[in-house]
């Protein structure tokens, strides 16, 4: 084979691989690989950057990494290598910024590595926050908070809308807002699912009793007596049943539709992200209560019920 065959081959394979990280061709890439230590390197190529030359993410989401999964990782590279990229963005001729890959960046330099492969890209701070946030909901194992802290960051910060958000992430609308909707428990739940001591069925279920103390008295419970979502649900019920005020029109004669309406409040309250009221009659008359505390409330609702 002469050696401008071997160039030629050479040269489609790294195009290949180029435009299977950014999706199309860059015509220009092969053009712009050859840097020197006085000029910025290629963007949207593949290079082996010194570790030292790598700053971490400010904005990354993962508040926490374990560490003995961090130590089987790096033991793993010891072995293996690094087989996923890093992405950085450029910051000038020498230095580099985190999107995303930290924990594999943070396991390369357990495992004594000089330098790491690295995927060039441009990203302003807009752009870092959110590739990093959806990079790691997507492909870091992150507990049901850091998620849902993620996803709130992307609707503050991004300015997406839930129904935008959902698109993003490749999720439900209804599953976005059952996770944003863990953000309103007190912080003693919230670390406790951070912590996997109760699961996100548990907190869906204790998220409907409207009493903060009630809440952590259920929480403590599930806690103590490891018990199942399904009865966690059963006494949230029985917690919502015994704090509700008779209706004197109702009272007399609910009894046989009484179960059947409060699994109905129950699943529109987890539909919606806040607690639905739904009042009935023996004759099968009744109301079903929206309630919403802003114009922002009002409008997620509206978008939910696809009327906005």
Not at 113 to 135: C, N, V
Not at 150 to 156: A, G, H, I, M, P
Not at 215 to 234: D, T
Request: aromatic residues 4%; contains cysteine.
């Amino acid at each position: 084979m002469s050696d401008n065959s071997a160039k030629k081959k050479a040269g489609g394979l790294g195009r290949g691989l180029n435009a299977l990280i950014t999706g199309q061709y860059d015509r220009k890439a092969p053009e712009q690989t050859e840097t020197t230590s006085s000029t910025l390197s290629a963007v949207n190529t593949i290079a082996d950057i010194s570790l030292n030359q790598i700053e971490t993410n400010p904005f990354q989401p993962r508040t926490h990494f374990d560490q003995v999964a961090l130590e089987e990782l790096a033991e793993s590279i010891r072995i293996q290598g690094i087989i996923q990229p890093i992405t950085v963005r450029q910051l000038s001729a020498e230095a580099y910024q985190l999107i995303s890959g930290e924990r594999r960046y943070q396991a390369a330099k357990m495992a004594g590595l000089e330098t790491i492969p690295a995927y060039i890209r441009k990203a302003d701070d807009q752009q870092m926050l959110e590739m990093a946030l959806i990079e790691n909901i997507q492909r870091e194992n992150l507990n049901a908070i850091e998620i849902a802290l993620s996803y709130q960051r992307l609707l503050s910060e991004c300015s997406l809308k839930q129904e935008e958000l959902g698109e993003r992430v490749g999720k439900k609308r209804t599953t976005v807002t059952n996770y944003l909707r863990l953000l309103k428990l007190p912080p003693d739940i919230q670390i406790g699912i951070r912590d996997n001591l109760i699961s996100m069925g548990h907190a869906r279920a204790v998220i409907n009793i409207d009493d903060v103390d009630k809440q952590l008295e259920v929480y403590r419970k599930i806690v103590n007596e490891e018990l199942s979502v399904r009865k966690v649900e059963e006494l949230v019920r029985n917690i919502n049943l015994a704090n509700k005020k008779p209706d004197p029109q109702t009272k007399l004669d609910l009894h046989p539709l009484e179960n059947e309406v409060k699994r109905v409040e129950s699943r529109l309250s987890s539909y919606f992200g806040t607690r639905i009221h739904v009042k009935a009659s023996p004759e099968g008359k009744g109301e079903i209560k929206i309630p919403f505390v802003s114009v922002d409330e009002l409008n997620r609702i509206l978008e939910i019920l696809n009327y906005a």
